[in-house]
């Protein structure tokens, strides 16, 4: 089994920043991408940032130029640095790892996802 956790959420003023981080742990054959999505009160939940393996990154277009994305490829962890935070990036915001897991002689692509972080933009 694969566990996701996700920490590094919370309150902070329309201007700030925060960094988030996530960790997976587990039977990890290989992780082949990692990303974060986020959803808010009543939206669907929405592709904010993701990394590939050869770190290859695509963000969405409201937070290019003031999120950043990063992995730590031998720790099986992703970052996004948020600076410039508005309102309206309010959400809670949930990592995913895209994995090749073997079982017996298949190799099969499995999406994990985390708990979820609360991340409140707010004067």
């Known amino acids: 089994q694969v566990q996701l956790v996700a920490s590094g959420g919370g309150l902070v003023q329309p201007g700030g920043s925060l960094r988030l981080s996530c960790v997976a742990s587990g039977k990890i054959d290989t992780i082949i991408g990692m990303g974060w999505y986020r959803q808010a009160p009543g939206k669907q939940r929405e592709l904010v940032a993701s990394?590939?393996?050869?770190?290859?990154?695509n963000y969405a277009d409201s937070v290019k130029g003031r999120f950043t994305i990063s992995r730590v490829n031998a720790k099986n962890t992703v970052a996004l640095q948020m600076s410039s935070l508005q309102p309206s990036d309010t959400a809670v915001y949930y990592c995913?790892?895209?994995?090749?897991?073997?079982?017996?002689?298949?190799?099969?692509?499995?999406?994990?996802w985390g708990q979820g972080t609360q991340v409140t933009v707010s004067s």
């Open positions: 990394i590939t393996v050869s770190n290859s990154t």
């Open positions: 995913k790892a895209d994995i090749l897991q073997r079982h017996s002689a298949a190799v099969i692509p499995e999406t994990y």
